[in-house]
């Protein structure tokens, strides 16, 4: 079967999404990746005040009928933290990474953070073939 080249498709996964409580918040929507076979990960983090929070984002990949999403541990994303000091001014990064499941979405975890120190985040994902 020929290797068929698609236009890439982009999605909003979190707009402005405030991480301040160390429960596992917020998590994106998710976005179907058939037929794509790599993505790229736009993050824009900004942060206030600077005493020793620290922001995880996690990709996550799942099945259709699969209730709890696997975390992505291939390369960087295995370990993808940010800490206050890094993001006071904000920050705008892109990852590439690989398709490995039919759904794709986004968490953050946040560590130390309170109502008065936290991170905000907005969030896309580009599909490509």
Do not use: N
């Not at 068929?4 to 402005?16: E, I, N, S, Y």
């Not at 620290?54 to 994303?77: C, M, N």
């Amino acid at each position: 079967m020929p290797d068929v080249k698609r236009p890439p498709a982009t999605f909003h996964l979190l707009k402005d999404a405030v991480v301040k409580s160390t429960a596992v918040f917020p998590i994106s929507g998710t976005v179907f990746t058939e037929p794509y076979r790599h993505f790229l990960l736009f993050l824009e983090i900004d942060s206030t005040g600077t005493d020793a929070h620290v922001l995880q984002v996690v990709v996550q990949f799942s099945h259709e009928d699969q209730a709890e999403p696997y975390d992505y541990k291939q390369g960087l994303f295995a370990s993808l933290f940010y800490e206050d000091v890094d993001t006071a001014s904000g920050v705008y990064e892109c990852f590439a990474g690989d398709c490995w499941g039919r759904q794709i979405s986004v968490k953050l975890v946040g560590t130390g953070v309170t109502s008065s120190l936290y991170f905000t985040v907005s969030a896309w994902l580009e599909l490509l073939s």
